[in-house]
């Protein structure tokens, strides 16, 4: 079943649902080789040998919801909350431009300090660098987005973080699956490339609901996609729980390249947590894009979405330079400019 899956996704076809989860099921030893030769070779093929890095600024960890898996969640009351000024914001974003970020990313908690308006000023002075911006701050009103998409914002990264809507309700509180999607399609009328993706090893996660992840993320057309292991933190309802297997990551990733080869895919921060070559092992299956961290040092401790997150102690030259050597070890070459969408422009 695998080897004819395997075969379907080489020619090209569209696969089903059956396809998917035979590929997601490919066995230890050959088959889950041969899923990640081909996903490498579609990489190549589609995105070239270019990674291109993304700059991650961290500006808040203030965040109003309660994500059942996240260590920003609001009740968790043992964390150093911050918020960066929006001079800092700018001031940190300068320095990627200056380390040659073609993107700048805004990530932070949910948090209704910045409201509409200034974070529209924020992302005004960021475009004046000329890089491409991406959001990733959460659910937010039609307005805003639109207000931001008018300041210059170019992608929004809103992770439907898992396709089984029964199962997102549960680990949402006060949150449903339907505004999310909602939320999705707003972003994509109002002309933003979109990211969208899904934590893998979720506890009651099964291979279908995550087959079903991945037809979501066609079906929304992502131009991006970021899939990362669940990783447990001890001040949240699923602390107990464990991590999502690593092995699982890389054939949803490879996978991923295959059922939607145009999108970026990152070798996300979360498996690079999980193993030191994890974010090598990820590009070599799929993924080609890295997200380095720019946030100041002194406030990357207190951005613990999960515990034991890489580049806690380490200034945003630091990750610069490993990431330079990382991708020059892998025969890879850095990207240039902002590494916008890899669709093929299509005729409408
Ligand atoms: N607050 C915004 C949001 O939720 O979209 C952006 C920041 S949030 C920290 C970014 C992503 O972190 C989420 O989409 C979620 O997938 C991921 N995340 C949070 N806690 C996690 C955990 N324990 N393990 C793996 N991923 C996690
Ligand atoms: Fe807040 Fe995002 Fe964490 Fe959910 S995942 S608690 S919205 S920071
Ligand atoms: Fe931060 Fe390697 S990417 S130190």
Known sequence: EFAASL??????????RKDIINLLAAAPGAEEEALYRLADSVRARVAGDEVHLRGVIEFSNYCRRRCYYCGLRADNVNLQRYRLMPEDIVAAARRGAELGYGTIVLQSGEDPWYTGPVLAGIIREIKKLGVAVTLCVGE???DEYALW?????????????TANAALYNRLHPGMSWQERLQCLQWLRELGYQVGSGNIIGLPGQTLEDLADDLILLRELDVEMAGLG?????????????????LDLTYRVVATARLVIPYAHLPATTAVGTLAPNGRQLALQRGANVIMPNLTPTRYRADYQIYPNKICINE???????????MVRALGRRLGRGPGHTLKPLRVQ
Not at 7 to 16: F, V
Not at 234 to 242: D, S
Not at 315 to 325: I, K, S, V
């Open 140 to 142: 937010r009103t039609r």
């Open 7 to 16: 075969e379907k996704a080489a020619a090209g076809a569209e696969l089903t």
């Open 229 to 245: 292991p669940f990783i447990p933190h001890p001040a949240t309802p699923l602390g107990g729980e464990p991590a999502g297997s």
């Open 315 to 325: 200034g945003p030259e630091d990750c610069r330079h490993c990431l330079e050597g």
């Open 149 to 161: 998409r008018e300041a210059g914002a170019d992608r929004y990264l809103l992770k439907h973080e």
